[in-house]
């Protein structure tokens, strides 16, 4: 008998000792960071990649039809206006008197098309040359080379691109902007970018240029429609070199004293949002109607108002424990 009593007896302790503990471990603060919230200043952005390279000062066109003789100049070369690109051998003057000798046929055409089939091509060239002036082309303005196309001896043909002179101390970035955002980019907007080689570094820009007319383009979910749209870097340093990839995000708008709260410290339940306070050192739960989302939060529209102080472990906590804070941090005007 006295056994059973024993076992009773033990039993009833570790009972009266699991609820004991329960309302102890309920009374037991909770240590959470808090977060008191202020009215914010939200940018609205637009997002896009694409790749730094110098400013384009202008294309060099060939003026007449020809074969390159000599070039002055390499990619990358700095030049002055005024000097020296290359000198070609011009051959307009010289269709009648070379292509009756070989084939009876005159014009632009009938040469290219001639050069095109003949055997000795090398030969014909030397022999083209008898006939031809040569003609220099300068710099008509500073800038530095890039996109030079030709070699000696190759031919040119009239108005092609031989090479382009582009603005040495501006750098920009072309960008793609699908359609459905083009209508909020405007010429003179802020933008930020990063370069992966450089992630480091945030650097200033403004759309300068947006294109008359869209294409196709592909992305990472197939063809879309886009409009290039030009950034001009404010700022460069000797660490950016032409063709780094570059992210760039486009200030569009601000939106002025929006309360937002963090993403993490929103909960989600039955198509509600809720987030967690502290009241009087307790958790209390506050549902809340959400707006815009941004880069660092989504706008509370409806629930909470300027020095409200958020719990931001909202994994952690229920409404009604009492709350410890671990570090107290006061939103500032982004």
Excluded: W
Excluded at 165 to 187: F, G
Aim: net charge negative.
């Amino acid at each position: 008998m006295k056994k059973y009593v024993y076992l009773f007896l033990c039993t009833a302790f570790v009972i009266s000792a699991v609820v004991m503990s329960g309302f102890m471990l309920k009374g037991t603060p909770v240590e959470c960071d808090v977060l008191i919230l202020k009215p914010q200043s939200m940018d609205n952005t637009v997002t896009a990649t694409g790749r730094l390279q110098y400013k384009e000062a202008y294309s060099v066109r060939n003026p007449f039809t020809g074969i390159m003789n000599s070039i002055s100049v390499e990619n990358g070369s700095e030049v002055q206006s005024g000097d020296l690109l290359y000198s070609y051998y011009k051959i307009e003057d010289a269709y009648t008197a070379l292509l009756s000798g070989y084939t009876g046929e005159a014009g632009t055409e009938g040469l290219l098309g001639m050069l095109s089939q003949y055997t000795g091509v090398d030969e014909l060239l030397s022999e083209v040359k008898k006939y031809c002036t040569v003609e220099n082309v300068y710099a008509e303005k500073a800038g530095r080379v890039t996109g030079l196309r030709y070699h000696e001896d190759e031919l040119i043909e009239k108005n092609a691109v031989t090479l382009k002179l582009s603005e040495k101390d501006t750098m920009e970035i072309p960008v793609n902007i699908n359609e459905n955002y083009i209508d909020k980019i405007v010429v003179g907007q802020s933008a930020v970018v990063v370069f992966s080689a450089a992630s480091k570094q945030r650097y200033p820009a403004k759309v300068t240029s947006i294109a008359k007319e869209a294409s196709v383009t592909s992305g990472l979910t197939g063809k879309e429609t886009t409009v290039e749209v030009v950034l001009t870097l404010q700022e460069s340093d000797e660490h950016l070199r032409p063709g780094y990839s570059a992210s760039c995000t486009i200030v569009t708008s601000t939106d002025q004293n929006v309360i937002v709260v963090p993403y993490d410290a929103v909960v989600t339940n039955d198509d509600k949002s809720y987030v967690y306070l502290l009241s009087d050192a307790n958790v209390r739960k506050q549902e809340i109607m959400t707006g815009k989302e941004y880069k660092d939060g989504i706008e509370a529209l409806k629930g909470l108002q300027k020095d409200d102080v958020l719990i931001l472990n909202a994994d952690r906590v229920r409404e009604g424990d009492k709350i410890k804070i671990h570090e107290q941090k006061v939103q500032t005007d982004a």
